[in-house]
């Protein structure tokens, strides 16, 4: 019996986080889809495979989360660019606040990382690999999902981009 009672515990353990791995690679392969069908739904999904599926630290996920902040603040400088390029009288005085707000948020954020806890549970990741085809032209990809610790999605412009490179390879 005492050995009865700690099997029994474990192989639930195990058959609960099979569960939740199996739940997370439907609701990652569902949002893609979603994501893909709203780009353009003429474009077939031939493939989708969870690659990883591993927990966050605080650390790693203030290192995506400074990624990320910079990558939106890059976004932003060449939208700027762009808009004094093309003369965009109305766009120029958004993007300049734009900056002004991100700026000095960007030294914040990345010093959150030296402060981050390495233990410290922050989320998941979850990395995917996937082939798109249109006609006779395919692309293939990868996506990385970042879920926080209540499995909600963040982060998810970098899913966007990956999807949007893949589908410019068709063309």
Do not use: W
Not at 24 to 52: A, W
Not at 142 to 157: C, Q
Request: charged share 25%; net charge positive.
């Amino acid at each position: 019996m005492k050995i009865l009672v700690p099997t029994a515990f474990f192989i639930l353990l195990l058959f609960a986080s099979c569960r939740h791995a199996t739940d997370t690679s439907q609701r990652v392969k569902e949002n893609f889809l979603s994501r893909l069908q709203r780009l353009d739904s003429s474009v077939v999904l031939d493939s989708f495979n969870v690659i990883s599926n591993q927990p966050l630290v605080e650390r790693l996920g203030r290192i995506i989360e400074d990624i990320t902040y910079k990558k939106s603040l890059s976004n932003v400088r060449s939208q700027l660019a762009s808009a004094i390029m093309k003369h965009k009288k109305d766009s120029l005085a958004f993007y300049r606040q734009e900056i002004d707000y991100m700026l000095p948020r960007v030294d914040s954020v990345t010093n959150l990382i030296s402060k981050a806890d390495t233990t410290k549970k922050f989320g998941i990741l979850v990395v995917c690999s996937y082939q798109i085809r249109k006609k006779d032209a395919s692309a293939k990809g990868v996506a990385f999902y970042v879920f926080n610790t209540k499995m909600n999605l963040i982060f998810s412009d970098g899913i966007d981009s990956s999807i949007s490179q893949s589908y410019r390879e068709l063309k």
